[in-house]
C-alpha cells in the first residue's frame, strides 16, 4: 500500500507521516509506539498519536510548563512532501509539477518517462495520478537513496519504476540486467514502455531527445516538457526539438505568488496630523523633563531632601503610553477592532517556494496515417 495514493483515518504503528509543525517546517517520521519527536517546544511520544485521526492536533506542555505546543500529524500528500522531504538536489515544486501535469495531459491512463529523478519530489506526483512511471537517474547514490525511498513508500508495487541510467548517453530503453527496479519474467528481454507524455530535469535535455522515439507510444499524441534554469539551454533544446519532429513547441515560465487576504486599518489625514501632535508633545515633555534631571545633578550636594528633586529622579517612563496610535506603535490594535474603520487589501508573499525555471513544452504524433474506418464513423455521426 502506498501512503501517498490510498487515504487512511486513523494513525497507525509503522505509517510514514507529516508532522506540521508550521507551514515551513513539516517533518516526516515513522511512527513507533517506542520514539518520540523531539521540538525546540518540548517532545511529543509517538504513542500519544496512535489511534487518533489524521489531521489532530497534539498538544503538550512546553519545557516551562507555562504554555501549550502543538502539532498536526497528517497524512502524506506529495504537495506535503515536496515541503518536507530530504533534498538531495534542486527539486520541482507543487506550482510547477501541477501545471506541467496538465499541459501534458497527465491522468490514470498515462505513462510517464521522468529523467532525473533527484529528489523524487516530482516522481510522487506522478505516483498519484498516472498509470506507469518510469524514472531514470544516473548518480549511483541518488538512485539507491531513491530507491529505498520509493520502496518504503510502497511506490514501487504501485505504479513507480527506477532505473539507474545515463539517458543522455544511453536513451531510455530497460533491458534484462540493467540496474532496475523492474522484475523481468523469463520470457522478457526488455520493457515495452509506450509513454506518452515524458517530463526531462536534465542539464542537457537536447542529449535525450533523440533517444525518445524508441520509447513513446506510437499511436497517440505524445507531450514533453523540459525544465531548464537557463535561457541558453532552452535554445538548444528547441533546435534538437525541430531537428526530431516535435512540434506545438511553446516555452513558459512559471512565477508562482500566494497573496493574503487581510485588513487595514483606514488612515485619515485627521489622524496622521494627531499622530504628528503626540509625537511632538510627548518628545518636548522628553527632553524637558531630562533637562531639569541635569540641572538637579549638577547641583547635587549629596542630600536630596526636596522633594521635587526626590521626584524627578525616581525612574520613570520616558514618555507617556501613547492612548491612540493608528500607526501600529505604541498600544496595540487587533487587526479588525470594531472601535476603527477597516479596508479589506491584500498582501503578496514573497517568499514562495517555486523553482523558476523555463518549461519548454512540444509534442509529436509518430503515425499519422489516418484510420480511415474511425474518420468514416465520425465523419457520419456529423451528418446526421
Ligand atoms: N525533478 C527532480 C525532483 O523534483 O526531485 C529533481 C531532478 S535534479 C534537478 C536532476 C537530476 O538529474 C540529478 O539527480 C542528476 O543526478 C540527474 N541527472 C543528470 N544528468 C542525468 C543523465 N544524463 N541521466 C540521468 N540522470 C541525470
Known amino acids: 500500500m502506498s501512503y501517498f495514493t490510498e487515504y487512511k483515518d486513523v494513525i497507525q504503528e509503522g505509517d510514514l507521516a507529516l508532522i506540521w509543525i508550521s507551514r515551513d517546517n513539516i517533518k516526516p517520521i515513522t511512527i513507533d509506539v517506542t520514539a518520540t519527536f523531539n521540538t525546540r517546544y518540548g517532545s511529543f511520544p509517538h504513542k500519544d498519536m496512535i489511534g487518533k485521526k ?19 500529524v497528517l497524512q502524506p500528500t506529495p504537495e506535503l512532501w515536496t515541503l518536507s522531504l530530504p533534498h538531495r538536489t534542486q527539486i520541482v515544486y507543487t506550482p510547477d509539477s501541477s501545471y506541467i501535469m496538465q499541459r501534458l495531459n497527465c491522468g490514470p491512463s498515462s505513462t510517464v518517462i521522468e529523467a532525473g529523478t533527484g529528489s523524487g519530489s516530482f516522481s510522487h506526483a506522478f505516483a498519484r495520478s498516472v498509470k506507469q512511471l518510469y524514472t531514470f537517474e544516473f548518480h549511483p547514490v541518488r538512485y539507491e537513496q531513491a530507491l529505498k525511498e ?21 536513451g531510455f530503453t530497460i533491458k534484462k540486467g540493467d540496474l532496475t527496479s523492474v522484475t523481468f519474467s523469463d520470457t522478457e528481454e526488455s520493457v515495452d514502455i509506450g509513454a506518452n507524455a515524458i517530463f526531462l530535469d536534465l542539464p542537457s535535455p537536447w542529449d535525450a531527445i533523440p533517444h525518445l522515439d524508441e520509447v513513446i507510444s506510437h499511436n497517440e499524441k505524445v507531450g514533453l516538457c523540459c525544465f531548464s534554469p537557463c535561457i541558453e539551454q532552452v535554445d538548444k533544446t528547441l533546435e534538437v526539438l525541430e531537428k526530431f519532429g516535435w512540434t506545438n513547441v511553446e516555452m513558459v515560465e512559471i512565477q508562482g505568488k500566494q497573496y493574503e487576504s487581510r485588513r487595514q486599518m483606514v488612515r485619515t489625514l485627521d489622524d496622521a496630523m494627531e499622530r504628528l501632535k503626540d509625537i511632538k508633545k510627548r518628545k518636548l515633555e522628553g527632553v524637558e523633563r531630562r533637562k531639569r534631571q541635569l540641572e538637579n545633578l549638577e547641583n547635587d550636594d549629596g542630600n536630596i531632601e526636596d522633594e521635587e528633586e526626590k521626584k524627578i529622579l525616581e525612574p520613570q517612563p520616558l514618555t507617556e503610553k501613547t492612548k491612540y496610535n493608528p500607526f501600529g506603535k505604541g498600544s496595540r490594535i487587533r487587526e479588525g477592532d470594531s472601535n476603527y474603520e477597516w479596508k479589506q487589501v491584500t498582501k503578496m508573499e514573497t517568499e514562495v517556494k517555486s523553482h523558476t525555471s523555463y518549461l519548454t513544452f512540444a509534442f509529436k504524433t509518430m503515425n499519422k496515417t489516418r484510420n480511415e474506418e474511425k474518420v468514416g464513423i465520425l465523419l457520419a455521426s456529423l451528418s446526421k
Open 54 to 72: 489524521y489531521g489532530s492536533q497534539i498538544a503538550i506542555r512546553t519545557k516551562t510548563n507555562k504554555k501549550f505546543a502543538f502539532i498536526h
Open 150 to 170: 520509493f520502496k518504503d513508500h510502497g511506490l514501487l508495487e504501485e505504479n513507480v519504476i527506477i532505473t539507474q541510467r545515463d539517458v543522455c548517453a544511453n
